[in-house]
């Protein structure tokens, strides 16, 4: 039971570049979540998905998009990545919106150049 | 005005002291409360939720919760050097997490 996996765990862009933040869980989780990280900030959400099939903005969407690919797996895309997106992103997963523990992923630190 | 707010620290209590996090919030309709640990460089992890106005301890811990106030405090007895770590305030609001920015903890041994 490996939890909640994200990958890569590091990455290097350069301004304009693109690419997917990958995240699967296998608790059989209904709710998936992207944040951010940024030094002495707290965790700002990106976007959510309250169940397979939906999506909606957290508080900071802007320049990314997502994808609930099937249950298991909640992908976040960066289309033209900014120095501003550079922070560590995490992905976290909860057996239903508002019931309990959100069980949180190792974390993908990007920076962007 | 954030939604949740916490003194950013460090806090910082010698080994065997009493440690108070305390964290206040904006919405009044708030229910649910949640605090993480997070150490450096690594994801938080529940310490423990708390949804009724009073205390509930759990081991070394006790959350305190007055709605009424509007406050959420963590209390951790004898502090241990390992409880040195950020520790994130969050209130559950329609399915999603709001975070506080967290207060750094340092247990100097």
């Known amino acids: 039971n490996a939890g909640v996996t994200q990958t890569p765990k590091f990455q290097v862009l350069k301004t304009g570049q693109s690419m997917t933040l990958q995240c699967a869980q296998d608790?059989?989780?209904?709710?998936m979540y992207w944040y951010r990280q940024d030094p002495g900030m707290g965790l700002r959400l990106i976007y959510y998905s309250a169940s397979e099939g939906t999506t909606d903005k957290g508080e900071v969407p802007n320049g990314y998009n997502v994808s609930r690919l099937n249950k298991r797996e909640f992908s976040l895309r960066l289309e033209s990545a900014a120095p501003s997106q550079t922070s560590v992103y995490f992905c976290?997963?909860?057996?239903?919106?508002?019931?309990?523990?959100?069980?949180f992923g190792p974390g993908t630190r990007l920076t962007v150049l | 005005q954030k939604e949740v707010e916490q003194n950013s620290g460090p806090l910082s209590v010698p080994e065997g002291a009493i440690a108070s996090l305390n964290c206040t919030y904006s919405?009044?309709?708030?229910?649910?409360f949640f605090w993480y640990r997070q150490y450096s460089g690594k994801s938080p992890e529940l310490i423990m939720f708390?949804?009724?106005?009073g205390d509930k301890e759990d081991g070394r811990f006790t959350a305190q919760l007055n709605k009424a106030s509007q406050y959420v405090s963590l209390l951790i007895r004898d502090s241990q050097p390992s409880d040195s770590a950020t520790y994130l305030c969050?209130?559950?609001?329609?399915?999603?997490?709001?975070f506080g920015s967290g207060t750094r903890l340092l247990v100097r041994p």
């Open positions: 969050a209130r559950e609001s329609s399915y999603k997490l709001i």
């Open positions: 708390i949804y009724s106005n």
């Open positions: 919405d009044r309709g708030s229910q649910s």
């Open positions: 976290a997963s909860i057996v239903a919106g508002g019931q309990g523990e959100q069980f």
């Open positions: 608790m059989n989780h209904n709710s």
